[in-house]
């Protein structure tokens, strides 16, 4: 595959550390079954429906959001548990992400991450010209190194990690994630994307109260099922959410969002069956798979998998081509050769990709009749 790259022209003009940068491939593909983004695929709970349905019909559309979204801050606050100045609401955790990074990164600044994770992470700090140090997980377990880790977080403007950890499904120890807190004199960074489908008390929120330098990234989008309206949170002191409030797009969360997630949030306890089923799937999901000759799982505490089998780009090919269904191909990213991410979507998804997966590998026991 050709990497994409800009015209001549634009590379002239903007900014030197964007010249190498590569046009956005949206690689979108329409199949019948798209497990590759790890939304939720369920149907959203009634109670949850009806409430969203009847809060957009009731938001008027011509007045400019509330800029801090007030009611949705307040609803998040009660919820985790902590006061509303703690609390930021974003266009998506992806804007927080960026936002965290131009208001605390920058030339000279550095973050750590520890890889393979969220490429984003990546992504914003080049956009914000961010040096990265890369403490990259065991290549067996993908566990995270925690004394070179801790040794890195030492010197670092700021620390990002991810748990559970997208794509390689692990949490992070409370302990450890202490430890990183009190050895960084930055701001440390801790992504609960999909802490909703992780055991209980694995999340690191207890820290709040003792570290003020610590930051917890929520979002919408995986567990409650609203990855459509664009609605992230950040958790940490309030001097930490003044910076991110001062530097936001004044009306990125516009009215139907905060209408649609107050009514989620507030709804929250019917996703909790959804939830539920999600977690006993994909347990059947890893041992149906690790039962398939020759495919390697790892142990996830999110709604997807990680899982290794040879000549993975070519089956995933074959997934779209021959099923359509769609999962995402990690194979070319560094330390996750082979590696292909799937969603853990509902029985009947799951079951499809069971068994589509069994007959393409099946009839292919070393991978080489693949080509
Ligand atoms: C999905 C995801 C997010 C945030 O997604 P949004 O849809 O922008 O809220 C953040 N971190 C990780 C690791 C994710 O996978």
Redesign the pocket.
């Known amino acids: 595959m050709a990497m994409a790259q800009l015209s001549d022209r634009m590379r002239a003009l903007v900014q030197p550390h964007l010249a190498t940068i590569e046009p956005y491939d949206p690689n979108f593909t329409l199949t019948r079954i798209n497990l590759s983004a790890?939304e939720n695929t369920y149907p959203m709970p009634a109670p949850a429906r009806e409430a969203v349905a009847a809060a957009l019909a009731a938001t008027p559309l011509n007045r400019y959001p509330d800029p801090m979204s007030g009611e949705l801050r307040c609803e998040l606050a009660a919820w985790h548990g902590v006061a509303p100045e703690q609390v930021c609401v974003g266009n998506?955790?992806?804007?927080l992400?960026y936002n965290f990074l131009l208001a605390f990164g920058g030339t000279g600044r550095t973050l750590v991450t520890c890889p393979p994770d969220?490429s984003?992470y990546a992504f914003f700090a080049s956009l914000t010209q961010t040096d990265v140090v890369r403490v990259w997980r065991d290549a067996e377990t993908m566990h995270v190194d925690a004394a070179a880790l801790l040794e890195a977080a030492r010197q670092a403007s700021m620390v990002i990690l991810?748990s559970p950890n997208?794509p390689t499904g692990d949490v992070l120890e409370r302990d450890l994630v202490e430890q990183v807190c009190a050895a960084c004199p930055g701001l440390v960074m801790i992504?609960e994307?999909?802490g909703e489908f992780a055991d209980a008390d694995t999340t690191v929120e207890p820290l709040l109260a003792r570290y003020d330098n610590l930051v917890v990234?929520h979002?919408?989008?995986?567990a409650f099922g609203e990855?459509g309206i664009?609605?992230?949170y950040v958790l940490a002191a309030p001097d930490v959410i003044e910076v991110f409030a001062a530097i936001r797009q004044i009306y990125s969360v516009n009215v139907l969002t905060q209408a649609a997630a107050v009514a989620a949030v507030r709804t929250r306890a019917a996703f909790e069956p959804v939830i539920e089923t999600i977690r006993a799937e994909r347990q059947h999901m890893a041992r149906a798979l690790s039962a398939i000759p020759g495919v390697r799982v790892w142990p996830s505490q999110g709604n997807f998998l990680l899982v290794r089998v040879a000549e993975a780009s070519r089956v995933r090919e074959r997934l779209r081509d021959e099923h359509s269904i769609l999962v995402r191909d990690f194979s070319y990213a560094p330390g996750l050769a082979d590696c292909l991410r799937i969603t853990v979507g509902t029985p009947e998804e799951n079951n499809e990709v069971l068994r589509a997966l069994e007959q393409l590998i099946a009839h292919s026991p070393s991978g080489r009749e693949m080509q």
């Open positions: 790890n998506g955790g992806d804007e992400l969220f984003e991810t997208n992504d994307a999909y990234l979002t919408l989008s995986k990855a664009r609605c992230g």
